[in-house]
């Protein structure tokens, strides 16, 4: 099989380096098969226990076992928007409980309206996990086989879909060793972030999660027996699977954050980590945006206004070991000279590697004290070319979004030539271009501007936009309802899409909670 690709880094660096700048700105055998979708969803149905043969899986000779009842948890997700209620849960103990059940509902051929959805942690926000009257399959149950690391010149790590990142993290962290790539939330499973690539800081890097895999176990409709693909066998297949010491601040316009953003990500040496952030017409920036950030000079934050500004915030991390300080000070001053801020916003903070890449953690905890995180979060991701981007932010902060936000808005940029071109991952044409991730939260039944409508509302106006300007923007984790936006979000890639989905899942039996296809 050959020797994998480097996937690991060396925690020599358990000490976290990041400057934070704050940057102020003014299938489809017919078309029929398709299926549509609405804003907002919700199945209240009973559990089906007597639905269509779903009785009958019950005499598989299976590991793992299903259920029938208390399986409403399997209708929601994160972003608490679709509520479809499933007939039955499997809760595998093995790959072969998996197989066994495919095969079973593929054997039924077209008679049957089964479906399965594969759900982890239940991280979706559209709904994508679920199954109407189908079959869940809760891959957690996987998490009790044991990872295996395999030492040496590029060491590797043997996991199941249904680990947590964050188990992953602390068990190779015992060897000295990490991934290279992360998401940004560690508490989701190792095949619900490869499934959506896995995207985060480390990706202009190192690429998104996905293109650090060396070998993948793999069941589909057609192939229901498990089979291992290697990074470099398969690629028609593995398009089918994978569809990401020091805080500075800055401020100025979205021309000069792209300007050193892009300069960062351009220099082999430059940081570990870049994210941004745009924080719009916010009271107390300083004082409020992240606690574990102290101010270089804390006289000149405390007179620094915010108010009625957007201000656009590069936060960016760099690995050190702890005996490493005084160079690493010297190599900051070195980077800082190279961009522009305003000096009174530069944010310092120095964290353990494991705290830097668990910090979203954090922050779900506060929030579930407050009964804040089983909210509606009606998110919205999109991929911007980079020669549009300040036209993009322009309208878009300027206007559209120009009173606030309700959540979190990230702003960064990647570069295409780390992403592997083999994957059903759209992106724009531009070799680089912006991530901006809209991470809203919606006031239960307010119907303010805090409110699930409204929020829908300037989701769809941003759309809008951007498809009369024509910026070429693709969104990430797409949902949509009409055939012909599915055609347009793959461009020339649709045909071939099509045709992979009809040779490996030909009754459209997997993942219908994508509304791509429907069972046939």
């Not at 916003?345 to 910090?359: A, Q, W």
């Not at 559209?400 to 702003?411: C, H």
């Not at 599915?486 to 009754?507: I, M």
Request: aromatic letters at 12%; charged letters at 20%; glycine letters at 6%.
């Amino acid at each position: 099989m050959g020797s994998p690709p480097s996937s690991f880094i060396k925690q020599k660096a358990i000490i976290f380096l990041g400057f934070f700048m704050v940057l102020f700105l003014c299938s489809i055998a017919d078309k029929s098969e398709l299926c549509s979708n609405s804003s907002f969803l919700n199945s209240s149905v009973p559990s089906y226990k007597n639905f269509s043969n779903i009785p009958w899986l019950e005499t598989l000779n299976l590991d793992g076992y299903f259920s029938f009842d208390d399986i409403e948890h399997a209708a929601k997700d994160f972003g608490n928007r679709y509520h479809f209620q499933p007939s039955a849960v499997l809760y595998p103990k093995s790959v072969a409980d998996i197989s066994s059940t495919i095969k079973y509902i593929f054997d039924m051929g077209s008679t049957s309206e089964i479906t399965v959805a594969a759900r982890g942690h239940g991280h979706s926000v559209q709904g994508q996990a679920q199954a109407h009257r189908g079959i869940i399959i809760n891959m957690e149950s996987l998490q009790g086989t044991e990872m295996r690391i395999h030492m040496g010149e590029t060491p590797y790590v043997d996991v199941s879909g249904g680990e947590l990142w964050i188990n992953v993290l602390h068990e190779t962290g015992k060897y000295g060793l990490a991934p290279k790539s992360w998401t940004d939330y560690l508490h989701l499973t190792v095949g619900g972030t490869l499934s959506n690539a896995g995207i985060s800081g480390q990706a202009f890097r190192h690429g998104p999660q996905i293109n650090n895999v060396y070998q993948l176990e793999v069941i589909t409709e057609a192939w229901y027996q498990a089979g291992s693909l290697s990074q470099l066998q398969h690629s028609v297949m593995e398009s089918i699977i994978l569809t990401g010491e020091m805080d500075q601040g800055i401020v100025l316009r979205v021309p000069k954050l792209s300007n050193d953003q892009e300069y960062l990500i351009s220099s082999e040496n430059s940081v570990d980590y870049i994210e941004g952030f745009v924080i719009i017409n916010r009271t107390g920036l300083l004082n409020n945006w992240r606690t574990s950030f102290s101010p270089k000079d804390p006289l000149q934050a405390s007179q620094f206004i915010s108010d009625g500004r957007t201000l656009y915030c590069l936060e960016i991390a760099k690995y050190f070991n702890p005996d490493e300080s005084d160079i690493m000070n010297q190599k900051t001053e070195e980077l800082l000279s190279e961009l522009s801020y305003i000096p009174s916003t530069l944010l310092m903070s120095e964290v353990s590697y494991v705290e830097f890449l668990d910090r979203v953690h954090v922050s779900e905890t506060k929030l579930r004290i407050k009964g804040l995180w089983e909210v509606p979060h009606p998110w919205m991701n999109l991929l911007i070319p980079r020669s549009k981007i300040s036209e993009f932010a322009q309208e878009v902060f300027g206007n559209i979004r120009s009173e606030g936000s309700n959540g979190p808005v990230l702003i960064y940029p990647v570069n295409k030539s780390k992403w592997n071109n083999r994957t059903s991952l759209i992106t724009p044409a531009e070799d680089i271009f912006y991530i901006v991730a809209f991470l809203s939260s919606a006031a239960p039944s307010s119907t303010g501007k805090d409110g699930l409508q409204q929020i829908l509302t300037q989701n769809q106006k941003i759309l809008d936009f951007c498809s009369k300007a024509n910026l070429g923007v693709k969104q990430y984790l797409p949902h949509y309802g009409k055939q012909e936006e599915w055609q347009a979000h793959f461009g020339t890639q649709w045909e071939v899409f099509v045709q992979r989905k009809s040779t490996y899942d030909p009754y459209a039996i997997l993942a219908p909670g994508q509304r791509i296809f429907r069972r046939k």
